[in-house]
C-alpha cells in the first residue's frame, strides 16, 4: 500500500554546506500562476530565501538526491520556483521545473475532491453507509482471533461510512502490531492484481475487517480505492474519466493523469531506492522501468497519479481561495473549510494520527494541531500530505501560501538512506517570512 513518508529527520547542516550545485531552470512552461514583483513584496526577506536555494542544492549533490522541484506561492504569487540537479539517474539531464513526477499519495486529496463534488450534488453523504453504494460492504465482519488460516469472525457493529474511508479509521487490515493474521488474509486477496475498481472492491469486500469501523486511524491506500469505486458508481463515469473532466481539466491541469503521453515521458523523472552498496539505483517497480505507464491496471485513486509542480500548484492554488480558480469553481468555500477540519475529532480519543499526537486529519490530507509538539514551523490548521516518492505540500491558509517540494526517490527507513528533506524545506520557508 502506498504510505505518506511522514517520519521526518532534519537534513545534516554538512549536505547544506556542501558545493553549490549548479540550479537549472526550467526550458519548459513556467508555472501557471502570476509571479510575484519580488519576494520582498510578498513578505519574504531574498537572503533568508537564499538558504533555500542553498539547501536544495546541496541536497541533490553528488550523493544526494538527483534533483529536486520546489515552489512558494503567496497571495496567488509566485515567490520561488527552483529546479535542482538531475532527472536522470545517469545525472546527464538537468532537471526542469517542467518535469514529471509520480505523486502517490498526493492523489488522494484530488480523490477526496471528487467525493466531496459528489456531496455537493447531494449525490451522497459523508456519513452514508459504504453499503448504500456498494452492497458487498452492507455486512462486514471482523477478524477476532486465531489465524489467517483458521479466522475467528464476528459481525461488525457499526457500517463503514464514507467519512471513515477519507479519514483512513474504516478499520481494514492493513498492518501494524497486533493485526498480522488478519493483515495476511488482506494480503491474499491479491488486490493491487484487480483489473479494475470493481473487482478491487469485490475481493476487498470478502476480507473481514481488523477493527471496528471508526475505532482506529490506521494509514492506507485501500479505504480511498473503494472511494474511487464510489465515484465511478454514483457518477456513472469511469473514475479516472470523472476525475479528469470535473478536476484537471477545469483547473487546465494538463500534465496530470494515471499515465503520460508518449510525447511528454522524456520529461518523467526517474525513480530512486537506495542500493545495498550505499548508492542510488533505479527502482524496479513498472513505472519506474517504463516512465509514464499507469502504475497500476485500475486507475488508483490512491496513488496512481503523475503531475507537475505548475499543476500541483494550481490545485493547491484553488484550495487556498476557497475552491475557486480562473473563475472555475471546483469546491464550494464551506466544502473547503470542511476538508482541512480535523475529522479524528469525535471519532478517536485522542483524535490524532499514527504519526504525530500534534496532527490530525482532514478529508485528504493532515491537519497540523499544534506547531510546538509537531517540530516544525507552521501554522495551525495547516493542511497538507506527502507521497510515498518523497513528494511534499502544505496549504496554509492563515499565511496564505503555499509550499511543493517534488523529488522521486522511495526511501526504506534504514540508517544509510537519504534523510528526508520535508522538516527542513518547511522550515526554510517559514523562516524566510518577514514580520
Known sequence: MFQGTHGQRVWPLLMVALMAVHTARAQGPVVDLPSAASAA???FSPARLQRLDDFLGGATGPEG??????????NGKVVTVQAHGHRDLARSQPMTEDAIFRIYSMTKPITSV???????????GLDDPLGRYLPAFARMQRFAGGTADKPVLVPVQRPITLRQLLTHTAGFATGGEGFEEATRLLERADLHGSPDLATFAARLAKVPLATEPGTRFKYDGTGIEVLARVVEVVSGEPFDAYVRRHVLEPLRMGDTGFSVPQASRGRVVDLTRMGRDGRLVRDDSRSARHPGEALNAYPSGAGGLYSTVSDYARFCQMLLDGGVLDGQRILGRKTVELMMMNHLEGQLDPPVTEFSNAEGFGLGGS????????GRLGSVGAFGWSGAASTYFTVDRHERLFAILLMQHLPDGQP???????????NLVYQALEP
Open 367 to 374: 491537519v497540523l494541531l499544534d506547531v510546538a509538539a509537531r
Open 114 to 124: 471528487a467525493v466531496l463534488q459528489l456531496m455537493e450534488q447531494g449525490r451522497l
Open 65 to 74: 538526491y538527483l534533483g529536486a522541484v520546489a515552489l512558494v506561492v503567496r
Open 416 to 426: 544509510h538512506d537519504l534523510p528526508r528533506p520535508a522538516t527542513p524545506f518547511y
Open 41 to 43: 513584496a510578498e513578505g
